[in-house]
Every structure is written in C-alpha cells, then in structure tokens.
C-alpha cells in the first residue's frame, strides 16, 4: 500500500535554500519536488545600474564560485563590447577559475559528500572504521588535510586577484593586474604543492598514470595495481562506493548540457579535445546519443511551477523575466527557482557532463556499462583535477610580466551580450542588455538551476528530481540514500537542503 512519509533531515551542507520534498511508495521514492524557498533577486537589483557595476555585483550571488561570476559577467559585457581580451589575460582568467574548481571539489568531496560515509547505517560495514578515520566531520585525516591545503590554493586567487572570495580584478577587455615574475612563481610553488598533496593523498599515483586509465577494465586494475591506489582516498571511494550501493542510486534524466570554458589563448602550447577552442568543450547529449554542437538559441526558462508571474512556454533569457509572484494560492507552484531547459529538455550539468561531452574514455565506458549514478557522478568530480593541473601549470608558465594584461573596450553604451562558461558545478550563463551605458536586462541561470530546477509546462521533472525517483529508503527515519543523490550534484544555494513530508510545515 503506498503511504507518505515524513522525512526532515539535513541534505546539503553548503549554501542553500534548496528543500527536497519526497514521496515514498514501498521502499522506493515514487515522487520528489526540488524547491527553491528564497527569493534572491539579483537579476532584478542589476536592472538600473551602470554597465560596470555587474562586476562588483555578480561575484556576490555565491561566495563558493565568485570567480566563476566574475568571469561570465566579464565575457558578457566583452561580447557587447567586441574585444577580445589579450592572451595573457585569458591565461590567467583561466587560471583563476580552475584554481577556484580545485578547491571546491575537494571541500566537496571530502567535507560534505564524504561525511555521510560515517553514517551510523554503515557502522556494521568493515571498511566504516577507516571511513571514520578519514572522513569524521572536523577530525577524520583527510578532512583536516583538505582544508589545510584548500587554504593554500586560494592564496593563487589571492595573488593574482587581490582578494577572494568577491574580487573584482577582471573587467571588460582583460584583467587590472599585472602579475610579477615572484608572483608567477609563487603561484607555481602552489600549485605544485597542491599537486603534490593531490597525487599522494587522494589518486596514490601521478596524475599521468591516472590519466592511463580508459576505460571500466582500466580501472578495477588501476585498484589492485598497488596498496597505494587501495589506500588512496580515491581507491577507498572506489571500494566504499560501490559497498554502500552508490552505483545502483540518482540516475538522472540521462542528457548532459556544457556550456564549453577556458578559451585557449593565442600561441598556447595547450591543447583541447578535436577541433575545440576551449579546454572544457560545449556540446549537448541525451539517450547515450551522440554529442551535439551547442547552441545558445536552444537555452530557455520556464515558469509553469514557479513562484513567478506566468508567461506561455518558455523563455530565452534575452527575452526573459523575473517578475516574482507568490500569494499562496497558486495551484502546483513550489519553487522560486525557475525551470531552465535545452531544445526543450530538464539536463544535467557538471563534471560528469563535461567528461561525457568532452568523450572522455573512462566515463564514456562507464555510463555505457553501468548507466549514470552517483557514484560515477562523484567519480567525475573526485578526478576533474587531473584535467585542469597540467594546463594550469602550462599558463602560469607561459604568462610573463612583459605580456599585455588589458585592452581598452571603449565606453560600454549599447548592446546586448552572453557570458557562458563551466563554473565548478557547470553551466552558467549571464544574459545582458545594455542601453545608453545602464543595465536594462540581466538574467542568470546557475549550474544549480539546471540540475535543481523544478518541473516544466509538460510536468517533466528536473534532473536532480528524476535522480532522486525510485531510490529506495531502508530507514526512513535515516534516509541517507537521499542524501547520497542530492549531494552528487554538488547543489549550491544559500542555506541547507531538507527532505520533508507532503502536507508537513517546517
């Protein structure tokens, strides 16, 4: 017989107004809402202001990926302007988003993901003794080493940007530094200790004997190759995820959305998948398809179960609106987060769709095999560094203090302009229109709208929603499965995210 129940528990532990609302039928869930409960207003604060003031603004909507704003704020107002900016400055542009992806993900991992493997429905597993050792909130080893090192890395943001988080170094045209020939040094120093700690604590091997592994093969014997890749933290992922179920758990709708990032400058030495410009390639799948070229026409917003004044369909954001709009008795609306779709499809963004759109082997042979879940998803996240560090490495070697760092757009007066990049948890754009040098239009989709958003005109659910349907819940008074798939999608908003019972106030 299916039956509600009330479950309320904590599921995030970073920002985040997000509440999951779930129904159970059996020991599955059988439904799940992703709600959005604050209204922020960003978008709405732009409206009014000078051109340039969107730099000072945006990088405030997260203090997690205030770069990652920076730069998309940056890109729009370079489009309308028509500049290209210098190559040294994108060089370090990219340079600060990727130090910005290494942080996060390793806090991710190992600060919020990770504490549930100390969960007390584990406590009979024979591996939770050492989970325990590793991952207790505020104690485990790894815990107490990620936010050592972490620290560390971002004093790269902080050489090179003057401050973080909210720093304000690139603009329109480039960056407003000029970093010294100490400062690329010691920029280098940090990276390669970071580096350092990333191969031995959390791969057990180089990064270049990581990147040997191609496919699901490759990697069962990249773990019993050496006690080092065992009693790596990412071997230990490996054996522990899979014991605790994670890859049979948060499918996901099975289309995978990138907006492309880290342009490749001129005379770089760098190189990207195919025939791509960008480190990170844009593209779109669904259905285990092939990829398709990204277009940015396809991208819209819908509103149908939103709190906000309705329009028919959906919505360019060129074209879009944030009017919101809740009086407590609109029928079916449950979130301030609208629903942003591509070609008319909930997708998913992020680590795991950047691997898959870029063609990695390993991930693409894994999801062949197995199908998405969370335990390929965090997977993703766990190893995206081996990715970003040798490019990073490459353009702080490149740059030099004699390089030009800026041109000149001009006066920003007149037009319309898109900033689109990966942020750490994937796509996020920033739709601008100026005129007579004042913000008439702005609109933002993060990486967390995609993935959190709620259901569309057709009553389609949205990633995180669908991940969630069919998860079966041993404990309900301790749903930690739940858990496990809300934070393989990283989701970032203000405050935390909870489960509850329909018909329940909290």
């Not at 704003?69 to 040294?88: E, K």
């Not at 485990?140 to 943001?157: A, D, Q």
């Not at 030009?404 to 990966?422: A, C, F, H, N, Q």
Request: negative net charge; proline residues 6%.
């Amino acid at each position: 017989m299916a039956h509600k129940l009330t479950i309320d528990v904590p599921l995030n532990r970073v920002e985040g107004d997000l509440e999951v609302r779930v129904e159970v039928d059996g020991e599955g869930v059988s439904d799940a809402w992703a709600c959005g409960t604050l209204y922020r207003g960003f978008e709405k604060i732009l409206v009014g202001r000078a051109a340039l003031d969107a730099l000072v603004i945006t990088p405030r909507i997260c203090g997690v990926c205030t770069s990652a704003h920076l730069v998309a704020a940056a890109r729009a107002l370079d489009s309308i302007a028509g500049t290209t900016p210098p190559a040294a400055a994108v060089r370090i542009r990219n340079v600060a988003l990727m130090t910005e992806h290494l942080q996060s993900d390793m806090r991710h991992a190992f600060l919020t993901f990770a504490a549930d493997f100390v969960n007390p429905a584990y406590a009979k597993l024979p591996l939770f003794e050492e989970a325990v050792r590793r991952y207790q909130p505020f104690q485990g080893e790894t815990v107490r080493e990620t936010v050592r090192e972490t620290s560390k890395i971002l004093e790269i943001l902080v050489i090179i940007g003057g401050q973080w988080p909210h720093s304000s170094f690139i603009v329109p045209g480039g960056i407003i530094s000029v970093p010294s020939p100490g400062d690329l040094l010691q920029c280098r120093l940090l990276l390669r200790r970071f580096r350092t700690w990333y191969e031995g604590r959390i791969l057990g091997c180089t990064i270049e004997r990581w990147q040997e592994v191609r496919s699901a093969a490759d990697l069962e014997r990249w773990l019993e190759e050496s006690d080092h890749h065992r009693n790596s933290d990412l071997g230990f992922y490996l054996r522990y995820g899979k014991a605790i179920g994670l890859d049979r758990i948060g499918r996901g709708p099975g289309a995978y959305l990138s907006f492309g990032s880290l342009d490749l400058p001129n005379g770089t030495q760098m190189h990207a998948t195919g025939a791509s410009t960008q480190l990170v390639p844009a593209g779109f799948t669904a259905d285990g398809g092939g990829v398709s070229a990204f277009d940015e026409r396809k991208v819209n917003e819908q509103v149908t179960y939103s709190w906000a004044a309705n329009y028919e369909g959906g919505r360019h954001p060129m074209s879009g609106e944030t009017q919101p709009y809740a009086t407590g008795q609109e029928a079916g609306k449950y979130s301030w987060a609208k629903a942003p779709r591509y070609d008319g499809a909930p997708t998913e963004t992020g680590p795991l769709a950047e691997a898959i759109i870029a063609g990695h082997p390993l991930f693409s042979d894994l999801i062949s095999r197995d199908g998405p879940s969370v335990f390929v998803r965090e997977l993703a996240r766990l190893v995206r560094a081996t990715a970003l560090m040798p490019s990073m490495e490459g353009w702080l070697t490149e740059a030099s203090e004699d390089a030009t760092y800026y041109k000149s757009p001009g006066v920003i007066t007149d037009g319309e302009g898109v900033g689109l990049i990966e942020a750490t948890r994937g796509a996020l754009g920033h739709w601008v229109r100026i005129e007579k040098g004042v913000i008439q239009q702005y609109q933002i989709i993060t990486p967390t709208a995609w993935n959190a958003s709620c259901r569309d005109a057709d009553g389609t659910r949205g990633p995180m929603e669908e991940a969630l349907v069919g998860t079966p819940v041993r404990d309900v008074s301790n749903p930690i499965e739940l858990g496990h798939v809300v934070r393989s999608f990283d989701p970032c908003l203000v405050c935390t995210v909870h489960a509850i019972r329909a018909n329940r106030k909290t």
